[in-house]
């Protein structure tokens, strides 16, 4: 399957994003090859706003995210509600952090709608069916430092788009392992709970 576009759906919020830096707390700037590099918590502060523009981006623009309390073993969490018409599509084919872009020297796990472009991951995409032949292409990078322009060339050659074509966007690998190991020491039962029945949903899907 083709024709969803989401790599130019994620461009499009890519540069709203870019808008919005400001208000955002995220920071923009252009590698010397040309490729884009959006910073959303590496070395900038982010925030609630730039993680639910993050999300959005992560799902190809398929996605649509808003803030909604979570309640869990009696204690207030902040949360979001999530939900698309192309749950495959967007989520495994676009969101799911499941390319390790690692040339020497650099390493961060990929998601994002180039993944569907690159499709290195070919036993998943030859599962699910889904391709994008796209001009370019949008990255989100979970990783502690940023993007040079060895890593958008090492990018090109796997996905087949000019670093000029790249949109990259970061969060802080480091946070996200804080906020996970914190929140699995209060509700340890409840998230091992939840994971494996992402594992079974994942199982389904192979």
């Not at 808008?19 to 252009?30: C, G, K, Q």
């Not at 009696?74 to 749950?87: A, F, K, Y």
């Not at 969101?95 to 961060?108: K, L, M, S, V």
Request: proline share 4%.
């Amino acid at each position: 399957m083709t024709g969803l576009g989401m790599n130019e759906r994620a461009w499009a919020l890519a540069d709203r994003l870019v808008e919005r830096a400001a208000d955002l707390r995220i920071a923009v700037h252009t590698l010397a090859n040309g490729a884009r590099v959006v910073d959303a918590g590496v070395g900038v502060p982010g925030g609630f706003a730039a993680g639910l523009a993050l999300a959005e981006l992560c799902m190809g623009g398929l996605g649509h995210v808003e803030f909604a309390p979570l309640t869990i073993g009696g204690e207030s969490w902040p949360g979001v509600h999530v939900w698309t018409d192309h749950p495959a599509e967007s989520c495994m084919a676009s969101q799911y952090a499941g390319w390790a872009i690692d040339p020497e020297g650099f390493f961060a796990m990929g998601s994002g709608p180039l993944r569907a472009k690159a499709r290195v991951e070919r036993e998943l995409f030859g599962k699910l069916g889904y391709a994008e032949d796209a001009p370019r292409g949008v990255l989100v990078l979970e990783a502690r430092t940023l993007p040079t322009d060895d890593v958008a060339a090492w990018v090109a050659g796997k996905a087949g788009v000019a670093p000029a074509a790249q949109s990259f966007s970061l969060s802080n690998s480091s946070t996200n392992e804080l906020l996970s190991s914190t929140y699995r020491s209060r509700t340890s039962r409840r998230v091992t709970l939840i994971w494996r029945c992402f594992r079974v949903l994942l199982r389904g899907i192979r």
